[in-house]
């Protein structure tokens, strides 16, 4: 499982020109899910992903975690993020988690966060989305499975 985080001021989604999702400060998530992936694998993604200290305290040094600044939460599904680009210059994709379970997974993602975090968005799996963001810093963070859950 891999995610994308970025602190945002304020991000969006739009499908069809209509406007499904939007936060103010928080994060920004691209969720890219494998065929190995599990529910015990998301679990550690989602808990490292909350408890990440990447917002500023009153010092302006990187203290505090999306809970301690009650941050609100834009979940997006993006298999992208498993883009095999080693062969040639088309990307191959037979390491994303198959539809169905990505779908699944992607729909348990969002349901533990909204256990831990008062305000909780998504994206649309398997739309044609837009994704619009105001990103703060820039401040990206990379997570990967492999890195959390060894």
Avoid: W
Avoid at 113 to 141: H, I, R, W, Y
């Amino acid at each position: 499982m891999r995610f994308v985080i970025q602190r945002v001021n304020h991000a969006s989604v739009t499908v069809n020109k209509k406007t499904i999702s939007s936060i103010e400060k928080g994060y920004l998530v691209l969720i890219g899910i494998s065929q190995e992936d599990t529910t015990e694998i998301a679990d550690k993604m989602i808990s490292k992903m909350l408890h990440l200290r990447i917002f500023a305290d009153t010092d302006g040094k990187t203290n505090l975690s999306l809970l301690d600044v009650n941050g609100s939460l834009l979940l997006v599904s993006q298999f992208t993020l498993y883009a095999n680009c080693r062969k040639g210059n088309r990307p191959s994709f037979t390491d994303a988690g198959k539809p169905d379970m990505a779908k699944d997974l992607y729909g348990y993602l969002i349901q533990k966060a909204k256990q831990a975090c008062p305000s909780v968005q998504s994206g649309e799996f398997g739309a044609d989305m837009k994704v619009l963001l105001e990103n703060d810093g820039p401040f990206t963070v990379f997570l990967d499975s492999d890195d959390i859950c060894p």
